[in-house]
């Protein structure tokens, strides 16, 4: 008798999830893109109302995600949704372009990020400093110091993931703690120091302010992004259909609490004339309430946070393609898990080693701009999923149902929809490109659906 494959072990409890949550979606983006949301809107209290709407459009997603998690209690988030909504090539086209740049991209471009970050105290690792070069005729490869960072942080993140889940929780869950304590230190000190900046009264045209809140959405929400990050990692949870509700809702409050918040420091730290021009909203900020001494240790901040979000992506990602090649449409022998630390440690490589390489010739930019348009319409086919299988399996199991239904998971649906036509609007070409890169992994589906046989 051939002895049981071994699986994937449940030891993600309801904090882990909560944490999990946060530290997918707390990276740079919060310190940087304030600044673009000024430009758009330059009004204090439409500032906040653009954070306040994208956390309410983010947390609308994550109730509606949290119904198809839990009656979908396997590892692979969207992936089993999409499968299970709209047939398994709709669920493959997904994790294809997570593989191809979605997920593996946007390690790269977190991964960059810190390395950026970490040069400013490294020289070695500065972005302005090629430690090596290699030349083969007219070819010339010189990485930056922080595209090496970025590949050695990839690497290194991956190998804590490799020996198991509770060590990769482990370093993402102190990752978050620390900087979600740094954050609100920033946080508490910044609304009870003296206000800095004097706003004066804006007043926008209705038409200005309509387009103004539209672009100003798409950087909000964009910072947002992640917010589904332990759906993808239900299937290492105990209690799924409790706790994945609990760590998906929960952490997404307090993001966007976090995140209103830090807007609010901003907007008493500095005039939105000068919050629009800076390229480093938090440390601007910190210089503008604390002096130099605050401005430096609010860039160590965005150093750590860098890195633990690079660790939470890493660690909820990889579990995309294990279930892929276990539907026989993918290797089938990433299906694999291994037998001591109870990982998918061949998803989890492939995917940082592409991570890695992307990072290392800074191709991944180019590819996530092309996907970009294809990334926000799988969450349109995610939020409709929900009313495709309240009609297709009315019956079905149900251990949470979504709040608010029918109106939470449209107005998620419609907010999705409204962001793929802004983005096609703006970037057409870009969209189309990526609609392409993502269609092009139909043979690979067709070869790998012949070679896994009837199911």
Known sequence: MNAPRPGLVRRLGAVDAALLTIGA???????????????ALPSPAA???????????????????AELGAMHPRAGGLYVYLAAAYGPVWGFFYGWACLLVIMSGGIAAIAVGFG??????????SSAHAPFALALGPWRWAPSGAQLAAALAILALTAINHVGLRAGAAAQNALTVVRLGAIGAFVGFGLL????????????????????FGVGMIAALWTYDGWYGATFSTGEMRDPGRTLPFGIIAGTLAVMALYVLMNA??????PVEALAHSTRNAEDAARALFGAGGARLMTITVTLASFGCLASTILYSSRIYQPMAEDGVFFRSVAAIHPRFRVPVRSLWIQSGWAAALALTGSYSQLFTWVTFAGVLFHVAGGAAVFVLRARAPAAERPYRVWGFPVVPALFTLGMLALVASTLWQKPVESLVGLACIAAGWPAYAWWRRAAGPR
């Not at 979606?25 to 600044?35: K, M, R, S």
């Not at 500032?47 to 995600?65: D, E, M, R």
């Not at 950026?116 to 690792?125: A, D, I, Q, S, T």
């Open 47 to 65: 500032i906040l109302t653009v954070w306040i709407v994208g956390g309410l459009l983010s947390l609308a997603g994550a109730l509606s995600y």
């Open 25 to 39: 979606v707390v990276g740079t983006g919060i310190f940087l893109t304030g600044g673009e949301v000024a430009r």
């Open 116 to 125: 950026e970050y970490l040069g400013g105290f490294v020289p070695f690792f």
């Open 265 to 270: 420091v901003y907007l008493r730290a500095l």
């Open 193 to 212: 120091a003296p206000a800095h900046a004097h706003q004066a009264a804006v007043h926008l045209p209705p038409h200005g302010l309509l387009a103004g």
